[in-house]
């Protein structure tokens, strides 16, 4: 990282969970049952003000899963969420207001990502072209195949969307090119294949080092270590069952080049007990 590159402060928050079979989310893992939070970073940019990764959960995830066909997302994910643990409700201990949050990271459309977007009525939104191509025009059923629930996506989502094309920017090793938010160096976007279309990860310098958040690519760190993707039968609900194994191997190699930097994906256990604070 270059001298001028500023750092951001982070602090990753828990916004709730749901319980998966952990030989769903790791491949030969055990049969038991865990605990995969939503998490989500709130960060702060020197220049840029605050900004987020993500939104996790939100208590409206009861009204919008209420009913049919969106009542079977609930069952296939029993949720845990609380209204305290609400990206919007946790802003109070560090002194701010939903509209002091500019610039919202959206990593893909998935409902455990997004149901706290209209929380914030002011932010502008950041995500990919394909992204949000891909979820647009999808109602009922082809949307909930997609895990996107379409009334959790502010009205006025495209008026205040930076949607991004392909990117073009210097590459990380093994993930290619990246999309550098700022121009500082601080906050660079990549592409992340594969379990959502154009779905995207964030290397943040932070205070305390680098982070890669890496949205939904794994489930759980051990993917990346072990090279073991997630089990097949997930693959249903994938957007490219190819791309999800290839993303995994880029990303053991850029742990391999880059032991520097943390590596946050959003639902792995191992990673919220380091990353989230008591
Ligand atoms: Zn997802
Ligand atoms: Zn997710």
Not at 17 to 30: D, I, P, Q, S, T
Not at 40 to 59: C, F, I, K, M, N
Not at 220 to 247: G, K, M, N, Q, W
Request: hydrophobic share 40%; net charge neutral.
């Amino acid at each position: 990282m270059p001298d001028h590159t500023p750092t951001v402060a982070c602090h990753v928050l828990d916004t709730g969970y749901c319980l998966a079979h952990e030989n769903m989310v790791l491949r030969g893992g055990k049969r038991t049952s865990i605990q995969c939070h939503s998490i989500v970073a709130l960060l702060h940019h020197p220049q840029q003000g605050w900004l987020l990764w993500d939104t996790g959960y939100a208590p409206r995830m009861w009204d919008v899963t209420a009913r049919w066909p969106f009542s079977l997302y609930r069952r296939a994910t029993p949720l845990h969420i609380q209204p305290e643990l609400a990206v919007i409700a946790q802003l109070d201990r560090f002194g701010l207001a939903p509209a002091d949050v500019r610039t919202i990271i959206v990593s893909h459309f998935h409902a455990d990502h997004i149901a706290g977007l209209r929380d914030f009525p002011r932010s502008t939104f950041v995500t990919t072209e394909a992204a949000y191509a891909d979820v647009r025009q999808r109602q009922g059923f082809a949307a909930l195949r997609r895990a996107f629930i379409p009334a959790l996506l502010p009205d006025d989502f495209a008026d205040r969307a930076q949607l991004l094309p392909r990117f073009s920017g210097p590459a990380l090793p093994g993930l290619g090119a990246t999309h550098d938010l700022f121009g500082d160096g601080s906050l660079l976007l990549v592409e992340l294949p594969g379990h959502a279309c154009g779905q995207i990860g964030l290397l943040a310098q932070t205070d305390s080092g680098p982070v890669l958040f890496a949205a939904d690519s794994c489930w759980h760190s051990r993917s990346i270590r072990e090279r073991r993707p997630p089990h097949p039968l997930t693959y249903l609900f994938v957007d490219d069952s190819r791309a999800v194994r290839t993303t995994i191997e880029a990303l053991h190699q850029f742990a391999a080049a880059r032991p520097d930097v943390r590596i946050v994906p959003s639902h792995c256990p191992e990673a919220f007990a380091r990353e989230v604070g008591s």
